[in-house]
């Protein structure tokens, strides 16, 4: 079984950088995709990036692009978020999750099988 | 930003049977697999169907997905009291090279 728990401050002050960690057990954060998604309170899912560790690739929501990171770290087995020049506007619960990612007909089935229970981050002075 | 439009809501008696779709386009729903997500108040969301229809192990039945053309279906049959939570549609999108998922469908039980 995949486990996947999301740590980080809870408290980012405006204009600085949000970080947060997923550690991964049950599974190899080399061997899959990997994906940070959002949800600002009261409202819906926003996909913010991906990772795939072995093959260097990472995609970002164009929205969220110029100020996010997705980074692995195979010695501790986790995936890291990076926010930079954060507003009120980000303030959310982050979770991640890992992603099953293959071809599909013509096309892609890129879904998101585990998740991990989320991480509220707050942005305020 | 593309989105995957849901309704706002949905409800329905236990054992009926409830309905919501989810409406694309040709760079997402159209040409890749569409998922679907249930999540309770508090809590992450659950995946419930990948690839359009296929159900994880330890999904019941009750639930199941279709997709035509630029919109999919999630159809929950003999409804329950559990069931009680958002819904939320997912596709991989051409144009945004990136994921995108549905506006969310709030079902209520009666």
């Known amino acids: 079984q995949v486990h996947l728990q999301e740590s980080g401050p809870g408290l980012v002050r405006p204009s600085e950088t949000l970080s947060l960690t997923c550690t991964v057990s049950?599974?190899?954060?080399?061997?899959?995709?990997w994906t940070w998604v959002r949800q600002p309170p009261g409202k819906g899912l926003e996909w913010i990036g991906y990772i795939h560790y072995n093959s260097g690739t990472t995609n970002y929501n164009p929205s969220l692009k110029s100020r996010v990171t997705i980074s692995a770290d195979t010695s501790e087995n986790q995936s890291s978020l990076r926010l930079r020049s954060v507003t009120a506007a980000d303030t959310a619960v982050y979770y991640c999750?890992?992603?099953?990612?293959?071809?599909?007909?013509?096309?892609?089935?890129?879904?998101?099988?585990?998740w991990g229970q989320g991480s509220l981050v707050t942005v305020s002075s | 930003q593309p989105v995957l439009t849901q309704p706002p809501s949905a409800s329905g008696t236990p054992g009926q049977r409830v309905t919501i779709s989810c409406s694309g386009s040709s760079s997402n729903i159209e040409v890749n697999a569409v998922s679907w997500y249930q999540q309770v108040p508090g809590t992450a969301p659950k995946l419930l169907i990948h690839?359009?229809?296929q159900r994880p192990s330890g999904v019941p039945d009750r639930f199941s997905g279709s997709k035509s053309g630029t919109s999919a279906s999630l159809a929950i049959s003999g409804l329950q009291s559990e069931d009680e939570a958002d819904y939320y549609c997912a596709a991989w999108d051409d144009s945004v090279d990136g994921s995108v998922f549905g506006t969310g469908t709030k079902v209520a039980v009666l």
């Open positions: 999750a890992k992603v099953v990612h293959r071809g599909f007909n013509s096309g892609w089935s890129i879904y998101f099988d585990f």
């Open positions: 690839s359009n229809d």
């Open positions: 049950g599974a190899s954060i080399s061997a899959y995709f």
